[in-house]
């Protein structure tokens, strides 16, 4: 099992930045694949990013590309999401998990695989 805790939300304008950080604890960091999901109000959780971390290969969903950027850093145990070109839209809580590939699509490992959240407020 993994401990995952994640930092740097906060409020932002509209075409802002900022740079999530998950710092993970436990088990191995390079076990497993990392990534990074959402949550608005009333609207279900949605894949963000997700980085192989065997062979670094990225993946990102289609509404962030181009603006985001999931990167780790195995020696500090740390995923990284930069965040450039805000929108509203993008206002939620963000939330880092270990994940798995099925059907070209990534998923959480599981319930004990999340972190406890941050959340990002864009403002218009």
């Known amino acids: 099992q993994v401990q995952l805790v994640e930092s740097g939300g906060g409020l932002v304008q509209a075409g802002g930045s900022l740079r999530l950080s998950c710092a993970a604890s436990?088990?191995?960091?390079?076990?497993?694949?990392m990534g990074w999901f959402r949550q608005a109000p009333g609207k279900d959780r949605e894949f963000v990013a997700a980085?192989?971390?065997?062979?670094?290969?990225?993946y990102y969903a289609d509404s962030v590309k181009g603006r985001f950027a999931i990167s780790r850093d195995s020696f500090k145990n740390t995923v990284y999401l930069q965040m450039n070109s805000l929108k509203p839209d993008d206002t939620a809580v963000y939330y880092c998990?270990?994940?798995?590939?099925?059907?070209?699509?990534?998923?959480?490992?599981?319930?004990?695989?999340w972190g406890q959240g941050t959340q990002v407020t864009v403002s218009s």
């Open positions: 998990a270990a994940v798995v590939r099925r059907g070209g699509n990534w998923y959480p490992l599981g319930s004990d695989y």
């Open positions: 436990g088990r191995t960091f390079s076990d497993y694949n």
């Open positions: 980085i192989d971390l065997i062979i670094g290969s990225l």
